[in-house]
């Protein structure tokens, strides 16, 4: 009897985590589909009401994108190679960034509303390996978003590149530049100087 009810409990628990499994697996399908279907259909409204070329398209096309590559992440993994994220030799003195403004763009995110948006990138109190270890994985995040939204941008660039909107290709690329340009510039130029200080503390941190 005991033996009996020994074969059988285990069954019952993969029963139960496979249902489990099921049943996040179907939230995180239909999570995707609602935000790609809200996605797709806020821009056809933004291009309805404000058409393709005018400044508030361009903005909005690019916010939403980017709201939906946020949603994204919270359903699927998104992640590039590791090559990706490693410090250019061009990189490595900072100068390349500052050179482009960069640290008064950062003085616009960290002080201005905007910081809002990135609460989870700000430097931790205690200053251990593991705390900053966690910074740099929430950068590497935050880049990926950043760079995956500029990509997909691009497309609507090419799009009104193909029509001959120099005016619309104009406006997309400056806010491509201000939304994600920029956020992308400011993930590597800060975990150059993050590295430099676990670097001086005797730790060795590899993104």
């Known amino acids: 009897m005991i033996q009996c009810n020994q074969s059988i409990r285990p069954i019952g628990w993969m029963i139960e985590d496979s249902g489990a499994g099921n049943m996040e697996t179907l939230k995180k399908l239909l999570l995707f589909t609602v935000a790609t279907v809200a996605a797709i259909a806020l821009i056809l409204w933004t291009w309805s009401s404000f058409g393709f070329r005018g400044p508030v398209s361009a903005f909005l096309v690019n916010w939403l994108t980017m709201s939906w590559i946020v949603v994204i992440g919270q359903v699927v993994h998104l992640s590039f190679a590791p090559g990706y994220y490693r410090t250019r030799p061009f990189e490595r003195t900072g100068q390349v960034y500052e050179r482009l403004g960069i640290r008064l763009f950062k003085k616009l995110v960290r002080r201005g509303p905007l910081a809002i948006f990135s609460p989870t990138l700000r430097f931790p109190k205690e200053k251990t390996v593991s705390k900053l270890q966690g910074l740099l994985g929430e950068m590497q995040k935050a880049e990926t978003g950043h760079a995956l939204v500029f990509v997909l ?50 730790c060795s941190v590899t993104p």
């Open 153 to 202: 941008v691009l497309l609507f660039v090419g799009y009104g590149l193909l029509k001959g909107w120099l005016d619309a290709v104009a406006w997309m690329l400056l806010f491509n530049i201000l939304i994600n340009g920029y956020p992308i510039m400011l993930q590597r130029y800060n975990r150059i100087k993050l590295q430099e200080l676990i670097y001086q503390d005797g």
